[in-house]
């Protein structure tokens, strides 16, 4: 059985409609409300075949009952719609069609046969329309699942390749000092190898965090020459010896907001496509200057007018094909083989400029090279002051105590190692009710509270951390992590606390400590 919702507050064209269909088909039930907010009460709460809906009403015109009841979501009503309409109406009906009306019927000319055909056409145009929805998310997932699996494919396979380079050093190295030999010379270099390859497993961790959102971008007003100056030698290693680099960095260079750690990643990326775009060798060229978009060139770049720092990293290589150009900053996209990587580089590029307010514009031509154009909004912050050679230096402890809570026994022995020979007094548990145990001791005194966020037991880092300041208030903390954003416990209690994300290089663990114990002095 067939049910028809007529929303018309004219009882005589409720009659006539429903006269006319019943003639046609009298086992068609009709319903009538006669003004908008009856009938969208009605179309909420019941099933209806087909709707007809009047455009004028005594409280709501039918565009404005259209958009209370339209899912824009599906770019469809609860029911099908049929917009009834009078002679000069046509250009609204075309509105009409755009927040949900299958089709519209104008009062003078309706039949039923008219009606009939209508309420079908409407039911098969609402139907293809779902049908086309469902099809849709179909393929989202079936894309979404494919585009996982070649995230994990490649993965696997750069992580695969980074432990089998750690696990073949440590034994070659484990080989050598078990025979007493004494080849420093070999021994360093099997060390860096190994560190090299747990540096790229931790900037792959870092890709992945920073294009999940996991990782929140640390801004802040920062010289770009610095910064590729302080990464010298890393660009010299990943572009090879085959590859000339020349700089052009302005010598007044603006400050500009922006992550330098994420810049690094972004250099870094764009200099290995580089590379593999120079098989035979070639130049590369870096240029920073300052720039002011005007108006047009702003909207061609879509970003505010304004001042910007321009970073332009160009190559002599193969260039991109102009088939896939408007591709390359898509997630998951790569033109190298199947988990030779993850596509994920140069998406997590833009969306770091992007996010920092900047964008990044290419241009490349095949056989001729290609030019990468990064934009960063200029500053208008004083940059944070560089810290003199002092500063540096004195990273030696004055026998302050740490306390150092980690549930892993490897790292927590590597950084008592790394902070015992920095002039520090260490204190070592692996789980909160150890440190507790040992901060409840009052002929114990501890300075800096240096624990993990996540571990085993009821208490994790940041309850401990509240518990340590309770029993002890002016106790510095300093939380450690390797866990994303999202994934960790109590986040927003930790602003105003210095987080080290793992893994930490010696240096970095430094840093942050003597940061943290300077700042709690001050």
Not at 83 to 92: F, H, Y
Not at 135 to 160: M, V, W, Y
Not at 200 to 228: C, W, Y
Not at 457 to 477: H, K, M, T, Y
Request: include cysteine; charged fraction near 25%.
């Amino acid at each position: 059985m067939i049910e028809i919702l007529v929303v018309d507050d004219d009882g005589t064209d409720l009659m006539l409609l429903t006269h006319l269909i019943h003639d046609v088909d009298p086992s068609i039930t009709i319903t009538g409300a006669s003004s908008g907010a009856q009938g969208i009460e009605n179309i909420r709460q019941f099933h209806y075949d087909c709707v007809f809906l009047d455009y004028f009403l005594p409280d709501l015109n039918g565009i404005e009952i259209l958009k209370e009841i339209y899912d824009t979501n599906t770019g469809l009503a609860p029911h099908p719609i049929v917009m009834l309409a009078s002679i000069g109406q046509e250009t609204i009906m075309m509105d009409a069609i755009k927040y949900g009306a299958q089709d519209y019927l104008l009062k003078q000319n309706v039949s039923g046969d008219g009606l009939l055909f209508s309420i079908k056409k409407a039911q098969y145009i609402y139907n293809l329309k779902r049908t086309q929805n469902e099809t849709e998310k179909r393929l989202h997932h079936s894309q979404k699942i494919e585009a996982l699996g070649r995230l994990t494919g490649g993965i696997a396979h750069d992580f695969n390749n980074l432990l089998t380079i750690i696990l073949g050093n440590t034994r070659l190295l484990r080989d050598k000092l078990e025979n007493n030999d004494a080849d420093l010379e070999y021994q360093l270099k099997k060390i860096d190898t190994i560190n090299n390859a747990a540096e790229r497993g931790a900037d792959l961790v870092q890709h992945l965090m920073v294009f999940s959102h996991q990782r929140e971008l640390k801004v802040s007003p920062t010289n770009i020459n610095i910064v590729l100056d302080d990464m010298r030698n890393l660009l010299l290693r990943t572009i090879g010896k085959t590859v000339t680099i020349i700089d052009d960095l302005s010598d007044t260079l603006w400050l500009a907001d922006l992550d330098p750690m994420q810049l690094e990643h972004l250099v870094i990326n764009i200099l290995a496509n580089a590379r593999d775009a120079m098989p035979d060798g070639g130049a590369l060229k870096i240029v920073t200057n300052n720039v002011i978009l005007g108006d047009d060139d702003a909207c061609e770049l879509h970003v505010d007018a304004g001042s910007y720092v321009c970073l332009s990293i160009s190559d002599t290589g193969l260039g991109i094909p102009d088939e896939i150009q408007n591709k390359i900053f898509d997630p998951f996209f790569t033109t190298k083989d199947v988990g030779k990587g993850t596509g994920l580089g140069m998406s997590t590029a833009y969306g770091f400029a992007r996010e920092c307010g900047g964008t990044i514009h290419v241009v490349s031509e095949e056989n001729q090279g290609t030019t990468f154009k990064i934009y960063f909004p200029k500053s208008n912050a004083a940059g944070e002051e560089e810290r003199d050679g002092e500063h540096f230096l004195a990273l030696t402890g004055a026998a302050e105590t740490i306390l150092i809570v980690e549930d892993e026994i490897e790292i927590n022995e590597m950084t008592s190692i790394i902070l015992g020979k920095h002039g520090y007094k260490i204190l070592q548990a692996s789980n909160a009710n150890e440190a507790l145990d040992i901060l409840m001791d009052t002929t114990q005194h501890v300075d800096l509270l240096f624990t993990d966020i996540v571990m085993p037991g009821e208490i994790n880092g940041v309850q401990l951390a509240a518990r340590a300041l309770v029993l002890r208030s002016e106790i510095n903390i300093l939380f450690t992590t390797g866990f994303m954003k999202a994934s960790i416990p109590d986040i927003n209690l930790l602003d105003e606390y210095t987080v080290l994300n793992k893994p930490y290089k010696p240096n970095e663990l430094l840093h942050r400590v003597y940061d943290v114990l300077l700042t709690k002095i001050e």
